[in-house]
């Protein structure tokens, strides 16, 4: 998973990771306004867990409030290999919101 980039997939993800806050913002948006979509998924690893979380509050509290709720919130983790061959554990977070 690439996560460097506001990925927008056909099935309405958006993957959080190191591009400024406000662009996952509008990408939020833009996936309810102008791409007329009725569920989106917001994703993120480890340390930018806490990013997607405000990322839905100010989107749902700010941007669009009234318009679109948080439906489900999925955590889990994922086991891989790091840059230096070791086995590393990193939680995730997946998080659906949807229009009101």
Do not use: C, W
């Amino acid at each position: 998973m690439d996560t460097d980039h506001a990925v927008l997939g056909k099935d309405n993800t958006v993957f959080v990771g190191t591009k400024p806050f406000m662009n996952y913002v509008t990408s939020l948006v833009m996936q309810f306004t102008t791409k007329g979509a009725d569920e989106v998924f917001l994703k993120a690893r480890g340390k930018f867990i806490s990013k997607a979380v405000d990322i839905v509050e100010v989107t749902t509290k700010r941007f669009m409030k009234d318009q679109i709720a948080v439906k489900e919130i999925k955590i889990n983790s994922e086991d891989f290999k790091n840059k230096e061959g070791r086995d590393v554990r990193v939680s995730t977070i997946e998080i659906t919101i949807v229009k009101v």
